[in-house]
């Protein structure tokens, strides 16, 4: 099983563990994601020391092991990427289960189980991107809109589209839903890992907003801000954003 198909795999299972968990009934609100997290988790960092013991391993949920920073190849997970969401039973959650090699978001899948059938996006089965709308819609936080990307928008006549979890954000761009994703409202490596190795093999701009590169498996896994979106648009984009820092 090639590493891609691993984390396809693992990101669908996880998926239908997540839907499972919340379908038990046992659980709302709150208590529901917390349960979703650990569950996930749980199956995600068991099935990879199996099935990759030599790698390192990184986790939202899972205390940080300091070894990782000696591998050239550590998995980069978020079993719950939008718990909220996931709480709420609303659909715009995902499962991230990314690898970095040497720093670099090199492959990885992202699950949107809430979607009707489920949905996995892969880094090795790329597709054209679709045709995007003549106004840039510009993929925002549904609670802590970033103030970059309102200004942004609002210089490029662009519409505001309030979503969950960051991966959904980026799927979203993805699947032509939406053009850009600017984030710059604090996030870590395990929100943006999956979707970044997805989002650049679909051909899509993928840097911090100040066009620099992102890079993983730090020592400080704190990656407060990132750009997503299709490549016509990044230089007007990152133009912007140094206008009105």
Not at 133 to 156: C, F, I, M, Q, Y
Request: glycine share 10%; proline share 5%.
């Amino acid at each position: 099983m090639t590493d891609t198909e691993l984390a396809a795999q693992l990101a669908h299972h996880a998926g239908r563990i997540l839907l499972e968990v919340r379908a038990s009934g046992m659980f709302e609100g709150k208590p529901l994601g917390k349960a979703g997290d650990q569950t996930a988790n749980q199956f995600l960092c068991h099935a990879l020391r199996e099935q990759r013991p030599d790698d390192g391993l990184l986790s939202e949920e899972e205390k940080d092991d300091a070894g990782r920073l000696g591998n050239s190849r550590v998995w980069i997970i978020d079993p719950v990427d939008g718990t909220r969401e996931y709480g709420e039973e609303r659909s715009d959650w995902a499962v991230h289960v990314g690898l970095a090699i040497d720093g670099v978001a090199t492959l990885g899948a992202v699950a949107l189980p809430g979607l009707d059938g489920g949905t996995v996006l892969r880094s090795d089965q790329p597709s054209d991107l679709p045709e995007a709308a003549a106004t840039p819609r510009l993929l925002v936080s549904r609670t802590r809109p970033a103030k970059e990307a309102v200004a942004v928008a609002e210089r490029l006549g662009g519409e505001l589209v309030p979503m969950g979890s960051a991966g959904a954000k980026a799927m979203a761009v993805v699947t032509g839903d939406a053009e850009i994703y600017l984030h710059s409202g604090g996030q870590y490596e395990w929100d943006s890992c999956a979707p970044v190795a997805v989002a650049k093999a679909h051909g899509l701009h993928c840097s911090r907003i100040d066009g620099s590169p992102l890079v993983y498996n730090q020592q400080d896994t704190y990656l407060p801000d990132l750009l997503i979106c299709r490549p016509e648009w990044a230089d007007k984009v990152l133009e912007l954003v140094r206008e009105l820092a």
